[in-house]
């Protein structure tokens, strides 16, 4: 066994496979480290509310968290918060980009390495953590506006008292309009949204996600909150990939290659299906070998592609 990192906590094993899984994996973890475990019979009450999805929405986590004793806070970190909240036996949850089929993941940060400059994230695995370089960390997390998730105990909460955290009420606001997203209410989670850019007007993750939920209802307003996105944020990968959706969907091919390049150009390997949008968009402008390019890259990232048949019979045609 590896001796353990000085910056670093030890955090529980929690499986992804276990049949009994209804929270989300990481406030599972969070909340056994402090010793908590909310009874299997409360998840699966709550899961009845997603039926069909493995694990239910991040915001019914956290309210059942708040039930059982524990105090949150959601707000935009930095390298410099995280390493913070390690030495102060704090693990926070992170939203990070996800890979291949998965658009975003939620992950824990267990510690960091100073002489290596690495942060550590948990992987449910014995002895195993996940050591990113800083840099790349960053690069990653900056994607999603560097998204903080903290759970402590209530009788904790005073460590938090004169904190100066950036967008914990909007960020609080967004967390419930997904959740009421997942729920069918969209229209409810509409008027969450402009209240939560309402109240931070510079929080980028408000305004990107109303900019999704106009985007669904097949309304303009959401280029304009898209573009507000990433004025705040340059980096706003899912902004980017919603504007190249919006333009697919009006049938303006040129600007929905332009924007799903744009958002390919942030990081090329988040999610595989994109390349299959932008082939999509290159075969409406006659370009049959950008086209075919992008298929193949699609199959590539995405090892349960449902149409992996058809793809393969349109490559061969290309």
């Known amino acids: ?39 299997l019979e409360v998840e699966t009450e709550m899961a009845k509310k997603y039926p069909g999805m493995k694990g239910s929405g991040m915001m019914e986590g956290i309210e059942l968290a708040e039930r059982h004793g524990f105090a949150s806070h959601i707000y935009k970190g930095s390298i410099k918060d995280l390493k913070r909240r390690i030495d102060q036996g704090i693990p926070p949850i992170v939203i990070l980009p996800g890979i291949r089929e998965i658009v975003q993941h939620a992950t824990i940060v267990s ?55 950036k967008f914990t009420d909007s960020n609080r606001i967004c967390f419930e309009a997904e959740k009421l997203h997942q729920q ?77 390049a744009k958002a390919i150009d942030v990081n090329s390997y988040r999610f595989g299906p994109i390349y299959k949008n932008r082939a999509v968009a290159r ?13 193949i890259k699609y199959l590539e990232q995405t090892a349960n592609a449902p149409d992996r048949q058809s793809i393969e019979d349109a490559i061969s045609q290309l």
């Open 111 to 165: 510690g960091y390495n100073s002489e290596e400059r690495r942060i550590l994230t948990y992987i449910p695995e014995p002895d195993s953590v996940g050591a990113i370089p800083e840099s790349k960390f960053e690069q990653d997390w900056e994607q999603d506006d560097m998204i903080t998730l903290i759970l402590i105990p209530k009788d904790m909460k005073d460590l938090f008292k004169n904190e100066n955290l």
């Open 184 to 260: 069918g209410k969209i229209y409810d989670a509409v008027e969450k949204l402009r209240k939560a850019a309402e109240l931070d007007n510079d929080n980028p993750h408000a305004w990107c996600l109303l900019a999704g939920a106009y985007n669904e209802l097949n309304l303009e307003e959401a280029v304009a909150c898209y573009e507000k996105t990433l004025k705040l944020n340059p980096k706003y990968y899912l902004a980017y990939r919603g504007l190249g959706n919006y333009y697919l969907k009006k049938a303006n091919y040129a600007l929905a290659e332009s924007y799903y």
């Open 283 to 295: 075969l409406q402008l006659n370009n049959n070998s950008g086209a075919k390019e992008d298929l």
């Open 1 to 39: 066994m590896q001796s353990q990192p000085e910056h670093s906590i030890t955090l529980p094993l929690v499986s992804e496979k276990d049949e009994n899984y209804y929270l989300p994996l990481v406030i599972k973890v969070v909340t056994k480290y402090w010793g908590e475990e909310i009874p």
